[in-house]
């Protein structure tokens, strides 16, 4: 459980480094790179989540 913990912590940080990059970006491909990027990581994120909750409920 450990394991999938600790991957949901650095989702969540890449997702929030992401968006800070995007924010800082002054190239508009970039800034949109890098937020889709922080999509990814944070439907990632979403998706260890409910992994931990399932086995957590087995």
Not at 1 to 14: A, G, H, K, N, V
Not at 31 to 56: H, K, M, N, P
Request: charged share 30%; proline share 0%.
């Amino acid at each position: 459980m450990t394991e999938l913990q600790d991957r949901l912590e650095r989702f969540e940080t890449l997702t929030a480094e992401c968006e800070l990059i995007a924010k800082l970006a002054t190239d508009g491909t970039k800034r949109e790179f890098y937020l889709r990027l922080g999509e990814q990581y944070r439907q990632l994120a979403v998706d260890i989540r409910q992994a931990i909750a399932t086995t957590a409920a087995a």
